[in-house]
Every structure is written in structure tokens, then in C-alpha cells.
């Protein structure tokens, strides 16, 4: 595995550059929400961990919640919902979670940071297209990792199939119109370049020593396994009783 170049070094945004990445990650998200053409993979996207949970989970983190359109597909108990917490790096994202879903617990920071929680605070972390975008993935990897429950955690993702040819043309005919009907004639690669980071291989590769793959699920062609052919892959992974490798 290798580790020299993380974490991934990105050129700084302008102010300008800043204004923009942030308003369009807000307007995608309300895109994803609003428009039924998504249905499909907005389904698969946010059905996956809900269907692979373990059972009587109590603790639940969701990183890069974005407007916490995930919730609206759980089903939560009382209890499940107050030690459901949302993590979002972004504040005008995080305000809009607390707006529509007052009863969890929204947290602003980076998931490639210690978040303050005890060691195994959590039943479920959940990441719905997050890793993709980690310039320091592997610390994340390892906070997740710490933040497990070691006997009963599940490590729930959804990863975009980033490099094929099938997500290549979906991004064309979807983010890319939204950036052009707001942003033109700045051009996309602005911001995609610096957010889609990370191809499945480079994140499975980081995974492996602290997490075992207990279910993969390809979409939209589940009976076609392949990256290259498939817009997006859920996993579900239980953490390792040790990791593999020493002194991370």
C-alpha cells in the first residue's frame, strides 16, 4: 500500500473559488433532492446502509451528511434518532440539517480530524460519496476505525465508480449542467478536479487494514461486478479486531 502521497496536496481556492465550491455542493445536493430523474440512484444510494444496518443499532455517525437528505430514508427509534449525529465540514450545510431534522445532533467539522467522541462511541458510520473527496483519506480511515465499536460496528459506504467511463458521461449529463446553468462560463473542471479525488481502488486499498468487506453492491448493473460499467458501489465492512499494518 502506499502512503507517500497522502495526504493528497490541492492548489488553493480563492476567495472567489471558495464562494462557489460551497454554493454549488448546497445546489447539488437540492438537485439530488428535487429532481425525480435521480430516484433511481438516490435510492441505491442512501437504501444501501439503511438495508445492511446491523440489527438494535444504538449510536450512529454520518460524515459529509450534506443537507441530511440521508435521513429521510432511515427509520428511527426515538432513542436511535437523539445518538444519531450528522457531521458536515461546510456551516451553510450544517444550518440547513439542524433546520429540517432538529432532533439529531449536528456536528461542523473534518472527518479527517479527531472528532470528540470516546473510542468505540459508534454502531454505524455512515458515508454516503465522502471518501471519494478526502485529501487525507487514510486519517480518516483510521478515525472511523477508532470511533467503531469493535465487536458490533459496521462501516457503511458508497463510493462512486470515479474514473469509469459509465460515471464519466453520467457526470456530463447531470452536475455538470447544474455547474453550467450557474456558473458558466467557469469552467466545471474547477470543481470536480479538486473534490473527486479518489478512485474505488486508491479507497479499498486504505480500507483493507482496518476493515473486512462483509457486502458489496454494484448499481446500476448489480450482475455486471465491474467498476467500469457501474455508476456507484456500496460496502458494508466490520472493523478488524486489530488492523493489519503497525504505526499508522
Known amino acids: 500500500m502506499q502512503t507517500t502521497k497522502w495526504p493528497k496536496v490541492l492548489p488553493p481556492l480563492t476567495p472567489e473559488q471558495r464562494v462557489r465550491s460551497d454554493a454549488f455542493m448546497k445546489l447539488w445536493h437540492e438537485e439530488l433532492a428535487g429532481r425525480p430523474r435521480y430516484d433511481l440512484i438516490e435510492r441505491f444510494n442512501h437504501n444501501f446502509p439503511v438495508r445492511h444496518s446491523p440489527a438494535g443499532f444504538r449510536t450512529t455517525i454520518e460524515i459529509g451528511a450534506g443537507l441530511g437528505g440521508h435521513l429521510e430514508f432511515e427509520k428511527l427509534t426515538p432513542e436511535q434518532e437523539q445518538n444519531y449525529y450528522c457531521n458536515e465540514y461546510r456551516e451553510n450545510m450544517a444550518a440547513e440539517i439542524r433546520r429540517r431534522f432538529p432532533r439529531v445532533q449536528t456536528?461542523?467539522?473534518?472527518?479527517?480530524?479527531?472528532?470528540?467522541?470516546?473510542?468505540?462511541?459508534?454502531?454505524?458510520?455512515?458515508?454516503?460519496?465522502?471518501?471519494?473527496?478526502?485529501?487525507?483519506?487514510?486519517?480518516?480511515?483510521?478515525?472511523?476505525?477508532?470511533?467503531?465499536?469493535?465487536?458490533?460496528?459496521?462501516?457503511?459506504?458508497?463510493?462512486p465508480c470515479e474514473g469509469s467511463m459509465a460515471y464519466g458521461l453520467?457526470?456530463?449529463?447531470?452536475?455538470?449542467?447544474?455547474?453550467?446553468?450557474?456558473?458558466?462560463?467557469?469552467?466545471?473542471?474547477?470543481?470536480?478536479?479538486?473534490?473527486?479525488?479518489?478512485?474505488?481502488?486508491?479507497?479499498?486499498?486504505?480500507l483493507d487494514p482496518y476493515f473486512t468487506i462483509e457486502t458489496r453492491s454494484y448499481f446500476p448493473l448489480p450482475f455486471l461486478p465491474f467498476a467500469f460499467s457501474n455508476l456507484v458501489i456500496g460496502f458494508s465492512l466490520r472493523p478488524r479486531p486489530q488492523p493489519l499494518t503497525a504505526g499508522k
Open 107 to 159: 456536528v461542523v467539522g473534518d472527518c479527517q480530524k479527531r472528532l470528540e467522541f470516546p473510542d468505540g462511541f459508534f454502531d454505524r458510520y455512515i458515508a454516503v460519496h465522502v471518501m471519494e473527496h478526502l485529501p487525507d483519506l487514510p486519517a480518516a480511515i483510521r478515525e472511523a476505525y477508532r470511533l467503531l465499536n469493535r465487536e458490533h460496528g459496521q462501516l457503511l459506504i458508497v463510493i
Open 170 to 206: 453520467a457526470r456530463k449529463i447531470s452536475a455538470e449542467r447544474v455547474w453550467n446553468r450557474h456558473f458558466a462560463p467557469v469552467n466545471y473542471s474547477e470543481f470536480y478536479k479538486r473534490e473527486h479525488i479518489n478512485v474505488p481502488e486508491e479507497i479499498l486499498g486504505e
